[in-house]
């Protein structure tokens, strides 16, 4: 999201840096260098437990802010531990941080997890200047009470292209007929084989579809340290012929384009940009019920509660099939929805102007 923000921006004004927290490098890696940025690392991987771990980390995006020097530290968290790294960016003499939320939940119920993240969120005012969110929920996930209450917060549209997820039939048949999904139903999921996006829901609900319907094919798109467990439960299932497993891939819009239907039984979601993808590209999107809401901007998506099953999943799905794609995706195009990734970079490119200006600095 953020290297899609930078393509749209004016980077003469502003431009990133990024730290990223692995001593490998990263998938994007390339594009951050040649859309102008340096890239950082405080990574902990070298670690060998818990303590170290944080540590590390906390150290190493201290020297990293030293060196780099930036006007704002700009926190994409999943969980208020994320933010902590603001105390190192504040005390390397960063100004200004922003805690921007893109979760709604946690998988790890961990009594001690739970804690430390309540604790994180008590102190986040002494080290956050600005609070950003893509979603309501997010945001009571990830803020003060306060902040919350107060609605002390800004709404940042997980933003994208949406000239370049357009529908295009075309294209369509020529990389259908090239990777062999004449004729098929497209199942698919795009993200990280992590228990927050509940693949092994995922792959009983599709053996539900597969005994149904002999057309149908999943595609499974992204890498992650539950992918070699997902694969042997695809192998004893039978369903190996019916699962591509796509790895990670830059191609998100070019794999849209073969698909036919967005599945998305997710534990928890912020506000999920696949969605959004998705339902500009055309595609019938299947949520679960503890997805926000606020991510069907076609009121047409379908979500459905985890505790119903995979049959249940599989028999609604295949009654919703069969639509005019192409209209549908045209229409939430026209519709300008605020999701448009120039208009997205903008009013980011503003946000943090405001912030600067109103600290003192030009």
């Given at each position: 999201m953020v290297l899609n923000i930078c393509d749209h921006m004016d980077r003469t004004k502003l431009?990133?840096?990024?730290?990223?927290?692995?001593?490998?490098?990263?998938?994007?890696?390339?594009?951050?260098?040649?859309?102008?940025?340096?890239?950082?690392?405080?990574?902990?991987?070298?670690?060998t437990n818990g303590f170290m771990k944080f540590w590390l980390k906390f150290y190493r995006c201290y020297t990293a802010c030293k060196k780099a020097k930036p006007d704002i530290f700009h926190i994409n968290a999943s969980t208020p531990?994320?933010?902590?790294?603001?105390?190192?960016?504040?005390?390397?003499?960063?100004?200004?941080?922003?805690?921007?939320?893109?979760?709604?939940?946690?998988?790890?119920?961990?009594?001690?997890?739970?804690?430390?993240?309540?604790?994180?969120?008590?102190?986040?005012?002494?080290?956050?200047?600005?609070?950003?969110?893509?979603?309501?929920?997010?945001a009571k996930y990830m803020f003060p009470a306060c902040v919350v209450r107060n609605e002390k917060y800004s709404y940042i549209h997980n933003g994208i292209d949406t000239k370049k997820f357009a529908y295009n039939d075309a294209i369509r048949q020529q990389l259908r007929k090239e990777n062999g999904l004449e004729n098929k139903v497209v199942f698919a999921n795009v993200g990280r084989f992590f228990k927050q996006k509940n693949h092994e829901f995922l792959i009983e609900i599709f053996a539900n579809i597969a005994k149904k319907r002999d057309d149908v094919v999943l595609l499974l798109v992204g890498e992650g340290e539950m992918q070699d467990f997902i694969k042997e439960k695809v192998n004893k299932m039978g369903l190996k012929e019916k699962v591509i497993f796509c790895g990670s891939s830059n191609r998100i819009n070019e794999l849209m384009q073969m698909m036919d239907v967005m599945l998305m039984?997710?534990?928890?979601?912020?506000?999920?940009?696949?969605?959004?993808?998705?339902?500009?590209?055309?595609?019938?999107?299947?949520?679960?019920?503890c997805i926000t809401k606020e991510v069907d901007i076609t009121h047409?998506?379908?979500?459905?509660?985890?505790?119903?099953?995979?049959?249940?999943?599989?028999?609604?799905?295949?009654?919703?099939l069969n639509k005019n794609r192409e209209r549908h995706s045209n229409e939430i195009i026209a519709k300008k929805l605020g999701y448009d990734i120039e208009d997205v970079a903008r009013s980011l490119t503003n946000e943090y102007i405001k912030l600067l200006s109103k600290q003192g600095d030009k």
């Amino acid at each position: 999201m953020v290297l899609n923000i930078c393509d749209h921006m004016d980077r003469t004004k502003l431009n990133f840096d990024y730290l990223k927290y692995s001593s490998k490098k990263g998938f994007s890696e390339d594009r951050a260098l040649a859309l102008g940025g340096r890239v950082y690392a405080a990574y902990n991987d070298d670690a060998t437990n818990g303590f170290m771990k944080f540590w590390l980390k906390f150290y190493r995006c201290y020297t990293a802010c030293k060196k780099a020097k930036p006007d704002i530290f700009h926190i994409n968290a999943s969980t208020p531990y994320d933010t902590l790294l603001g105390i190192g960016a504040k005390l390397a003499g960063v100004k200004r941080v922003i805690v921007h939320s893109h979760n709604a939940n946690n998988t790890d119920k961990s009594k001690l997890k739970y804690l430390i993240n309540k604790f994180c969120k008590f102190i986040m005012p002494l080290y956050t200047d600005a609070y950003f969110t893509c979603s309501t929920e997010a945001a009571k996930y990830m803020f003060p009470a306060c902040v919350v209450r107060n609605e002390k917060y800004s709404y940042i549209h997980n933003g994208i292209d949406t000239k370049k997820f357009a529908y295009n039939d075309a294209i369509r048949q020529q990389l259908r007929k090239e990777n062999g999904l004449e004729n098929k139903v497209v199942f698919a999921n795009v993200g990280r084989f992590f228990k927050q996006k509940n693949h092994e829901f995922l792959i009983e609900i599709f053996a539900n579809i597969a005994k149904k319907r002999d057309d149908v094919v999943l595609l499974l798109v992204g890498e992650g340290e539950m992918q070699d467990f997902i694969k042997e439960k695809v192998n004893k299932m039978g369903l190996k012929e019916k699962v591509i497993f796509c790895g990670s891939s830059n191609r998100i819009n070019e794999l849209m384009q073969m698909m036919d239907v967005m599945l998305m039984p997710s534990l928890h979601e912020g506000l999920p940009v696949v969605g959004i993808e998705a339902q500009v590209s055309g595609l019938l999107c299947v949520f679960s019920d503890c997805i926000t809401k606020e991510v069907d901007i076609t009121h047409e998506s379908v979500f459905l509660p985890l505790n119903q099953g995979p049959e249940y999943w599989a028999n609604t799905i295949i009654l919703r099939l069969n639509k005019n794609r192409e209209r549908h995706s045209n229409e939430i195009i026209a519709k300008k929805l605020g999701y448009d990734i120039e208009d997205v970079a903008r009013s980011l490119t503003n946000e943090y102007i405001k912030l600067l200006s109103k600290q003192g600095d030009k």
